[in-house]
């Protein structure tokens, strides 16, 4: 009777170990997929630019925090995650738990335009060992959940523009189409007073004309390719004027411009003035004519350049 409990015994436990070989290979193959609504090239440079992820990177409630400074390592649930390497479109992403470290790869896929698939992929080693292959599948899961929960942070963070490119880019219609126009040629960069200087000169004009202001001040500043610097500021009006010998009229047709408020001084506005070239650039959009400053605040009035409102604006197709 015993002997024949025995070979039950060892005839189970062969089935079950052959199940284990069976059901679990010796390399698991993780991935998850995220639909994320952003440009492939933004979606690229946040997951490839390491000193970011702090951003979008989800907190852990386990832990108290995200990721470390010194070893560049993040946490999640207790596994570190790290970026190695950089390669198209895709970075490798090794990720280490309990001294095992498993190689893994993001991969930006591009869908449309303004569409792109995250792909997380990672293997698993299981080993020889019947055990740890039931402990490396158990650990797989893990992962997997944790794949997932850090792609949808990444999803929620890249579906909103202002988190890629820093300002709230959007299309309007321009309203503005008559405007009086004066230009300066400088050594140096325009100063807030040389600015506001050009800008009373439009002013005292527009008073003379009996016309009325429609809008904010106008600003483009342009770097010549003799270092000198060329200041035109404009101020939208409500008629035809005539203009003279330093002021001239133009008029131009309504049109969608790209456009974002922007909260800051002269480094602020010019920073923003890149990222919606970078954006243009990402949405294959072309520009119909210069980028603009709309001076919201009245700089000669407010010292504090971090209280500054400035809209840009650049037209598009």
Known sequence: MMRKLLIVFV?????????????IPSKL?????????????????????????HKWWPQDSSSNKKYDDSSHLFFYKGYNYH????????????????????ESKIIIIKLNIDSVVAMWKCVLKTGFNPVTRILKFKEAENIKNNMSEILSSLRVFLDKKENIYGINLHVIMSKDSTMVLTKKISSTYPTT???YSLIGNLKKYIASQKATENNFPMLHVKKLEDSTFETMVAIP???????????????????????AEVKGGDKTVEE?????????????????????????TDRSKQPDTTKWITNIYTPVP
């Not at 993780?30 to 970011?52: D, H, Q």
């Not at 009006?237 to 456009?259: C, D, H, M, Q, Y």
């Open 11 to 23: 005839s189970i436990c062969m089935l079950l170990f052959a199940g284990v070989y069976i059901f």
């Open 29 to 53: 193959e993780i991935s998850k997929v995220e639909y994320i609504n952003c440009n492939v090239n933004g979606a690229f440079r946040v997951l490839s630019n390491e000193k970011t992820w």
């Open 83 to 102: 970026l190695s390497e950089k390669l198209y479109n895709a970075i490798a992403v090794p990720i280490t738990y309990d001294g095992s470290t498993h």
């Open 193 to 195: 007073t040389e600015i």
């Open 237 to 259: 009006v409500n008629k035809e004027l005539a203009g003279n010998s330093e002021i001239s009229f133009s008029r131009f047709v309504p049109w969608k411009v790209l456009t």
């Open 272 to 296: 923003a003035l890149h990222q919606m070239k970078v954006f243009i650039s990402d949405y294959q959009k072309t520009a119909m004519a210069i980028p603009f400053e709309s001076l919201v």
